[in-house]
T-cell receptor
């Protein structure tokens, strides 16, 4: 069964609005989660590392004020795309490490379409 | 610098053929982890295998097998007797760090190989 769960799986929002995507670790605690972005037919690019109880660490070129990450509990991280624009339309996917085997599991992903 | 190269962009085979997906990596770390994931059209990433840098044993799991060779920095994936359900994009990924704690666990992905298995 699923180890990491994301919600919603698909969302359509109007340009200028904000949308929140949730990532939950199921049956385990994840002090660190990761958010990736994937454009059609391209690879996954790490956006940020979500740290429970502290600020997220963003990769170079990712706007922290646009992609707000909150890791409020050991099982939940959220990504909020603020003031979304059509170019933010993409597939967003989170991951978490389920230790101690260092295997990294991914959520089902969230398709965001900004119209 | 860390890098993962999957030179094969697309591969098309006929059902029951064997197919090998290539993966070459670059890293300066002595401790690292290699992964293969399958991404079907629905989008989710399905974990297939994890291998650490100290374990060069090849692995076989059903129709899947992996050949890890540190000498050539390669971690190739072979599907034997391919099936239509194997059609997907396959990603090879690299993670650096220690086994317990202190690891960034950030994955560096290759560009993926689209495998199309024709009936």
């Amino acid at each position: 069964g699923a180890v990491v769960s994301q919600h919603p799986s698909r969302v359509i929002c109007k340009s200028g609005t904000s949308v929140k995507i949730e990532c939950r670790s199921l049956d385990f605690q994840a002090t660190t989660m990761f958010w990736y972005r994937q454009f059609p037919k391209q690879s996954l690019m790490l956006m940020a590392t979500s740290n429970e109880g502290s600020k997220a660490t963003y990769e170079q070129g990712v706007e922290k004020d646009k992609f707000l990450i909150n890791h409020a509990s050991l099982t939940l991280s959220t990504l909020t795309v603020t003031s979304a624009h059509p170019e933010d339309s993409s597939f967003y996917i989170c991951s978490a490490r389920k230790g101690p085997g260092n295997t990294i599991y991914f959520g089902e992903g969230s398709w965001l379409t900004v119209v | 610098a860390q890098k993962v190269t999957q030179a094969q962009t697309e591969i098309s085979v006929v059902e029951k053929e064997d197919v090998t997906l290539d993966c070459v990596y670059e890293t300066r770390d002595t401790t690292y982890y290699l992964f293969w994931y399958k991404q079907p059209p629905s989008g989710e990433l399905v974990f297939l295998i994890r291998r650490n840098s100290f374990d060069e044993q090849n692995e076989i799991s059903g129709r899947y097998s992996w050949n890890f060779q540190k000498s050539t920095s390669s971690f190739n994936f072979t599907i034997t007797a391919s099936q239509v359900v194997d059609s997907a994009v396959y990603f090879c990924a690299l993670s650096e760090g220690k086994e317990y704690g202190g690891a960034t666990n950030k994955l560096i992905f290759g560009t993926g190989t689209l495998l199309a298995v024709q009936p």
